[in-house]
């Protein structure tokens, strides 16, 4: 047991520390093909925590989502793109402060809400990370909010093939 | 104690991966001269059985160029990662069983989505050398591989799922249904192969395309773009490519081997009574039927290497959107409805 919790806590720290890493990197890199492969490394990051956590579903979903559908999407893009250097410098404007502000704000209510989550042991019964309660929360308690969540996903899908359709009608 | 068994299984399962992979080399050219009516390398030792070490001693003397305006990280790092995220792709695959445990360095209770989630990760390798190389022919190369990835990412997601439910459905209650080894387990009796006919062809076909193998091999058609997406490596970080390549002969079969063929089920276990046998007669057994059919696999991959030719990008495109992406979403219905009436019949 005691054995157990000193690796845990060496992989909290160890993906926490690269975790941070990968999203301070996100933000600074001028690269964007280096800022979006820091994103890669967050997101594995948080794959590790959650794989620590006991919550190996979530962290294959992250894995399988984020790191390997949308961010390779976003590297295609950034390629086609062919960006260079961002050279801009820092300026503060009122949309920047208003950003800042709702992040903030954001964040507060993010604490507020996970309230209760928050003395969670290390290594304790962690088991809502699962398959079978995501699952059956899914498919019982929110299957409403699931139901719309996809409808609103295929209207966006649908959205997007429209708008991409009617650029191409006017060219050729 | 369990641990340190799964540790010291790695190192063989890695010597022997990188073997197969040499012998891969010289099994492909050694078929395709035969499809072509040619004899293919036999100059180096018995039957040019020694080829696969000549050719690694050709690329270790080779001089190793990076380009000048190469992003020389990442053109360092590509190679590494795509060898990388090829060999871990094993570490769930079950080799044997014997008694109650299987021969397997890790059996996760989500070893599927765990295959799904390395290959979804292994396009990085491709497409970062081809950004980082710094060159026109790479970078279309490289754009091919993630376009082509993505696309055929979703039939073998859906294939996958197909299998999911049919072990769900064949598995006791309460089992890990995600686990690499309950899918093979509950293919005793009849394997996926047979009940799944349709998943299986599309898993197959994706998974050829995720492998980028001929007919899917767009990444590196070198008649348009030179080299694709290694056109600028050379010495032992191209041997790295080639040996991803040869690494996609063996690991490519063994996942259809697992999810589709029973892995390391052999016909007639429960007239032989195999599960009575010594652990050592279990594990020769199950490893044999393993490589045999993952060997038969392998050579399929070659025979359609040599047979089709190569598709042109909107064929690729067509094939995975409008046509796998529709049939296994149909397949994937039909099988649910399928299971679901398996399993009412069996409850009542």
């Not at chain 2, 305006?69 to 990442?74: C, E, F, G, I, Q």
């Not at chain 2, 038969?296 to 025979?303: C, G, L, N």
Request: glycine share 10%; hydrophobic share 55%; net charge neutral.
């Amino acid at each position: 047991m005691e054995a157990a919790t000193t690796i845990q806590t060496v992989l909290f720290w160890t993906f926490s520390v690269l975790g941070l890493a990968g999203a301070v990197g996100l933000l600074f890199n001028r690269n964007a093909v280096y800022a979006a492969l820091s994103l890669v490394l967050n997101f594995f990051s948080i794959a590790g925590l959650y794989l620590s956590l006991g919550a190996e579903f979530l962290a294959a979903v992250q894995i399988l989502v984020y790191a390997g559908a949308i961010m390779v999407l976003f590297l295609f893009v950034i390629m086609l793109l062919n960006m260079q250097e961002e050279k801009g410098v820092f300026t503060f404007d009122i949309r920047r402060g208003a950003a800042f502000i709702l992040g903030f704000a954001f964040v507060a209510e993010m604490m507020v809400v996970l309230k209760g989550f928050w003395n969670h042991e290390a290594g304790g019964e962690f088991t809502y990370g699962k398959v079978e309660p995501i699952g059956r929360a899914l498919l019982t308690d929110y299957l409403f909010p699931f139901e719309m969540i996809s409808i609103v996903l295929i209207a966006a899908l649908i959205g997007a093939i429209l708008v991409a359709r009617r650029h191409t009608h006017q060219e050729g | 104690m369990e641990l340190y068994s799964q540790i010291l299984l790695i190192f063989p399962v890695l010597l022997v991966l990188i073997t197969l992979a040499a012998y891969g080399s010289y099994a492909e050219r050694r078929v395709a001269a035969a499809f072509q009516q040619r004899v293919g390398p036999n100059r180096v030792g018995p039957f040019g059985l020694l080829q696969p070490l000549a050719d690694v001693l050709k690329l270790m003397i080779k001089e190793d160029v990076t380009p000048a305006n190469a992003d020389k990280l990442l053109h360092f790092l590509s190679p590494i990662i795509s060898v990388a995220t090829a060999m871990i792709m094993f570490g769930v695959i079950p080799l044997a069983k014997f008694g109650d445990s299987f021969l397997v360095i890790s059996d996760v209770n989500i070893g599927i989505l765990y295959l799904l989630g390395v290959t979804s990760v292994s396009v990085y390798g491709i497409t970062l050398a081809g950004w980082a190389s710094n060159g026109k022919y790479s970078l279309l190369g490289g754009l091919r591989a993630s376009a082509q990835m993505i696309s055929y990412e979703l039939p073998l997601g859906l294939a996958v799922v197909s299998v999911i439910i049919l072990t769900n459905a064949r598995m006791p209650m309460g089992s890990d249904f995600l686990s690499v080894t309950s899918i093979v387990e509950a293919q005793r009796g009849a394997w996926n192969l047979f009940i799944n006919p349709l998943g299986f062809i599309i898993f197959y076909i994706c998974v050829l395309a995720e492998s980028a193998r001929t007919p899917f091999d767009l990444v590196e058609a070198e008649q348009e773009l030179v080299g694709g997406f290694h056109t600028e490596y050379s010495s032992l970080k191209f041997g790295m490519f080639m040996v991803v390549e040869f690494l996609h002969l063996v690991i490519p079969p063994a996942i259809i081997t697992t999810v589709f063929l029973g892995g390391y089920l052999g016909p007639f276990e429960g007239a032989l009574g195999v599960a009575q046998w010594g652990n050592t007669a279990q594990i020769l057994w199950g490893l044999g039927w393993f490589l045999t059919k993952t060997f038969t696999i392998a050579f399929t991959f070659m025979w359609i290497r040599w047979t089709l030719p190569r598709f042109k990008y909107n064929q690729l495109m067509d094939l995975g959107w409008k046509r796998l992406l529709p049939l296994a979403l149909i397949n994937l219905v039909v099988v649910a409805i399928g299971a679901a009436i398996y399993v009412f019949q069996t409850a009542g």
